[in-house]
């Protein structure tokens, strides 16, 4: 059995008699195509590059990615997957295919046109930032339901993908500077994006998609569409979708607050409408509540009611997130801060241990502000601007 760097030798020694008999291509296909799909992106993009450097012309290399996308394209005709519209998997396919052409358009152009890219490039950064809402549905809508149901590593696996992409998204923003002189960096990271999407879609489509299908209720998927509609669209626009009413009536009894009493409504009222966010996991690491400002920074949606905080967070911050709570627990420290810029926004990040009057710990606060507007504070303001108009 051929290990990773003998099968990028072979995937290469076959592209180069493709270069010298085109026509060859169908006579071994089927080969080439199992060598694609065994190999990562990142050995498929090595190998592309390094014929690229070896003065393999554009067209030879086009005929790889365009059998990997043709495969792909080909399995999801075969194997549709049967949803209503309205399914939240329905609407990540038409957002999949979306993405499919706009990286192939894009790889396409920086592989076969000499123009300048600068035009080309605008309009893939533009798509790319709009991208984030797909992986915004797919992190805090669906992956919190399929993990409620036993399974964790497809969507941790999947996250790290979001991640790379995301970074690659930072490295191409920074080469739109100079796009003429770093014009074989961009091809390089063009080809690498689009094959790693390949990738990316076709094991959502053949692994993460069925399973999700087998395991979730239709009233559970009912909940995932509300999410999707919490955080939105870009590409696709679904119909709307009205779920009936799910919310609990609110006892009208009144709780105990110690300091005073207030009504379950007058609670939630108030915790929503605080000027930050607030976010509160037990003793086990759940996630038990979060407040609802409809301004608030970070994206959260009641799936993850229940989630493990350590799968709220990007895999790379979890050893981080496991510290600070390990921390809390043994009573090392009862606060942690972190500070980061978003934007025109400076985001302020408090964790805080909660402890019962023995000092036994029951869980994290998180709060989390934008305190940009603070530091321009200045002077003091002792009046009532009470003709100030409500925005």
Known sequence: MMNNAEKRKKLKE???????????????????????????????????????????????????????????????????????????IHILVEEHKDIMNVFDNFRRFMMEKEEDPREMLSKTLDYFDQLELYFLKEENG????????????????????????????????????APQEKRNEIKELALAIAELFTDHIYKEHKVLFPTALKLISTDEWKEIRKAFDEIGYFSYKPSPFYLES?????SESLVN????YMTPEQLKLMLDNLPFD?????????????????????????????????????????????????DFKEGKRNEADFRLK??????????????????????????SQDIAPIQKITGEKRIYDDNKEVE
């Not at 799910?246 to 609110?250: G, H, L, M, W």
């Not at 607050?257 to 005073?260: E, F, K």
């Open 14 to 88: 076959m592209l180069k008699k493709l270069h010298n008999n085109p026509e060859k291509l169908e006579s071994i296909k089927e080969r080439f195509s199992e060598l694609i799909r065994e190999l990562t992106p990142v050995d498929i993009s090595k190998v592309e590059q390094e014929l690229i450097e070896e003065g393999i012309p554009a067209e030879s290399i086009q005929l790889m990615c365009n059998v990997h996308l043709e495969l792909f394209k080909k399995a999801i005709i075969e194997d549709e997957i049967d949803v209503e519209p309205w399914h939240p």
């Open 142 to 177: 669906l992956f919190p339901f399929i993990e409620k149901h036993g399974v964790v590593q497809p969507p941790a696996i999947m996250w790290k993908e979001h991640d790379q992409l995301r970074a690659w998204r930072k490295e191409l923003k920074k080469l739109s500077k």
């Open 246 to 250: 799910q919310t609990p009536q609110i």
């Open 257 to 260: 607050l110690g300091s005073g």
């Open 278 to 326: 607030i976010t509160f996991v037990d003793e086990t690491d759940t996630v038990k509540f979060f407040s609802e400002n409809p301004e608030r920074i970070f994206v959260r949606t009641r799936a993850i009611v229940g989630r493990k905080v350590q799968n709220c967070h990007p895999p790379k911050s979890v050893s981080i997130v496991n510290k600070i709570l390990k």
């Open 342 to 367: 978003l934007g025109d926004k400076y985001i302020y990040i408090r964790y805080i241990a909660i402890r019962d009057s023995d000092g036994k710990y029951i869980g994290t606060l998180e709060v």
